[in-house]
Each structure stands twice: as structure tokens, then as C-alpha cells.
């Protein structure tokens, strides 16, 4: 059975909460909070996802 492995080893498990990521029409994604909706960061060093983020629909 998989684990999560040990705390403390510089890695997160599971999800970053309360906020969200959508995808801008240039490419870049955006990190958004998800309790005011204020935009919190830009991806522009590449156009892939942050990760541990949800993705909105």
C-alpha cells in the first residue's frame, strides 16, 4: 500500500486549500484565492500548472 512517506522531508502531501488556478488566454496560469478572488501569482517562468493547486472550471 502507498504512503505519504515522512514529515519533515521538504515535500507537501495533498492539496494546497483555499485557493484555486485558472488558466489566463495568454498560457500562463494564475493562483487565485478562494475566499476574496484576489489573483495571488503568475506561472511565467513555463506555462504548466502550479502543483497542488485545483484547477477551476
Partial sequence: MAKNGQSGDNR???????????????????????ETGQFMDIKTSDKTPFKGVRKEK
Fill in 12 to 34: 507537501r502531501h495533498g492539496a494546497v486549500r483555499k485557493r484555486s488556478q485558472t488558466q489566463m488566454p495568454s498560457g500562463h496560469w494564475v493562483k487565485r484565492d478562494a
